[in-house]
């Protein structure tokens, strides 16, 4: 077993926008995050992602990034990140930053130059095309609308996989690929310990998709995917492995890759001496959405789907590499709204789902706010929304004449934003965020549900969650809850999900009871516990609703 520093790290997600604002502009800073670094130490949690924080016209909330060098001035400046990174690792906590290079921002001084000069050099950074008046082809971006934006008044063209002021990278331009390679050097040297790396299976582009003509549509609308034609595209692995010799490797970075990765190519992706640390699985985290015409759309789905999903998603890692368990992450809702029914939220539920995957293989993920439980938001109107991709799609349907209250139906479960409303510290105004009104607004919810709260309950989801991270870095249990091998318990319960992490020395397991029924445990377990999420003792052979505990049998000699 390759023992490396992130297998054993426990990663705290930050969205700092909405984090801690302490300049009083309604908008998270570093100096917030400095500020809350001791809570971070205190939950045991050993290493921050943050999300983008370069300078950026915010038109997907940093994932459209203007200046690759200097920190986005809502945030603060190059000096606060190098004292958060200098703070934090004085608490035995490492930064990640979030590298987003398949797009830059349209106010990007490359695209500007780019669209003003085409016989720049920076023309050739991005995908133009010159046409005479149409669009290049009819592939349809994340947005639901056509992936190529003219330019001007021109017959020339741009790609973009993203929003119309994300344009994509021309990763073929060995010169782009120099200067994105020198830019995460420039990273690392200020302390930075790896990255999370934004749609990186988007980078290479198909000759389809570059192509001028027509393509077989897939959708009513005459257009088709671009994930046909740019995502995991062969010839990928090129540039990426470019990457990992000249930065990954050689500063012993951890890289997180948001990608999916068929099985056939797990191996090169995550394998012994794959390309990345880890890539985000959406198997279990996006089970609930299925895709008609380019939108997304809420999907029926059972539990016996939930736990077949995550064992095979853990055999499959387990076979090539290392996994990166999480539940929720800036694009994704509240997980105890996506997977447990409105009425049965609670104390217990959410600490089942947090047990459920936080001893899966892999480095756990936590995103902020999940640790106290936090929910969705109850929006209602379309002003309350700020994610851009949700205003436009907003926008489309009222342009086509069709009812945007299925748009904002979807949004309540499923919007981005759930996520995105200000961190709960206390029950004063906007919630401890900020004093000022934030930019988006606090869930109404935060009087009950804060950070006061769970830390002066006894018992309450953050002491849970600080339990759980204790639990793994145990000195008896953490190495094989960390290393351990990964197997599946079935039993007869739907509801029952069980698993194993076992090693020479133990075999620990968790059984998760994900129901409001009793779940029978197999009877004869010859094993003691460890944790259990709720008060009430543990009722032989047997898991109440929502219940849920770690076992261990064996020990070292
Ligand atoms: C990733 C990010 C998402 C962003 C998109 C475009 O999916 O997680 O927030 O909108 O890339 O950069």
Redesign the pocket.
């Known amino acids: 077993m390759n023992r490396k520093w992130w297998k054993e790290a426990v990663v705290y997600q930050i969205y700092p926008k909405s984090f801690q604002d302490t300049d009083r502009d309604g908008i998270g800073d570093l100096a917030g995050i400095i500020s809350r670094l001791d809570y971070l130490e205190m939950l045991g949690i050993n290493t921050i992602w943050l999300c983008p924080i370069n300078v950026s016209p915010m038109r997907?909330?940093g994932?459209?990034i203007a200046d690759y060098y200097k920190i986005d001035p809502s945030f603060g400046t190059n000096e606060d990140l190098e004292e958060l990174v200098e703070k934090a690792s004085e608490r035995g906590i490492r930064v990640l930053m979030d590298l987003?290079v398949?797009?830059c921002s349209d106010q990007h001084p490359w695209f500007q130059e780019a669209v003003k000069n085409p016989d720049s050099k920076y023309a050739s950074y991005f995908i133009i095309k010159e046409t005479d008046g149409e669009a290049p082809n009819n592939i349809r971006c994340y947005n639901a609308v056509s992936a190529w934006e003219r330019i001007g008044d021109s017959n020339r063209f741009y790609f973009h996989s993203?929003a119309k002021e994300?344009p994509d990278l021309n990763w073929e331009n060995p010169f782009l690929r120099r200067e994105i390679i020198e830019m995460m050097k420039f990273w690392q040297q200020k302390g930075i310990a790896g990255f999370r790396i934004?749609?990186i299976g988007n980078i290479k582009k198909s000759k389809y998709a570059l192509a001028q003509g027509m393509l077989p549509p897939d959708g009513d609308d005459g257009m088709v995917s671009v994930d046909k034609y740019v995502l995991m595209q062969d010839g990928i692995e090129e540039y990426l492995q470019e990457l990992k010799e000249e930065v990954f490797d050689k500063y012993d970075m951890m890289t997180v890759a948001?990608v999916s990765v068929p099985e056939e190519r797990m191996e090169q992706f995550i394998g012994e001496n794959g390309l990345f640390s880890m890539v985000f699985d959406f198997s279990y985290t996006d089970m609930d959405i299925e895709k008609r015409n380019g939108k997304e759309w809420k999907r029926p789905w059972t539990i016996g789907e939930l736990k077949k999903k995550i064992y095979d998603s853990q055999n499959s890692i387990q076979k090539h590499g290392w996994g990166s368990p999480y539940l929720e992450?800036?694009?994704q809702p509240r997980s105890v709204n996506k997977y447990i029914p409105r009425d049965e939220i609670s104390y217990e539920s959410k600490t089942a789902l947090g047990v459920l995957y936080f001893f899966l293989r892999g480095t756990p993920f936590i995103y902020q706010g999940q640790e106290i439980g936090m929910e969705n938001y109850p929006f209602r109107d379309v002003k309350d929304l700020r994610d851009p991709?949700a205003v436009s799609r907003y926008q489309q349907s009222v342009d086509k004449g069709e009812n945007p209250e299925n748009d904002m139906e979807y949004f309540r479960e499923r919007g981005?934003d759930n996520s995105r409303t200000p961190m709960q510290w206390d029950d004063s105004t906007y919630a401890g965020f900020s004093d000022v009104e934030p930019w988006i607004n606090v869930n109404p919810d935060y009087v009950q549900i804060n950070v006061k709260e769970e830390l002066d309950k006894e018992i309450s989801v953050y002491h849970f969650y600080q339990k759980m991270i204790n639990l793994r870095k145990n000195p008896e249990y953490g190495e094989t809850l960390t290393f351990g091998a990964f197997q599946a318990v079935e039993t007869k319960e739907e509801a029952l999900i069980g698993y194993r992490r076992t090693d020479d020395n133990y075999r620990i397991t968790i059984w998760v009871n994900l129901s409001n029924k009793v779940a029978e445990l197999p009877k004869s377990r010859a094993a003691s516990m460890v944790i259990l999420n709720n008060r009430t003792e543990l009722e032989e052979d047997r898991l109440l609703p929502y219940q849920a505990i770690v076992e261990v049998e064996g020990g070292k000699e």
């Open positions: 997907d909330n994932y459209d987003v398949n797009h993203f994300q934004d749609a948001e992450n800036h694009d991709f981005r």
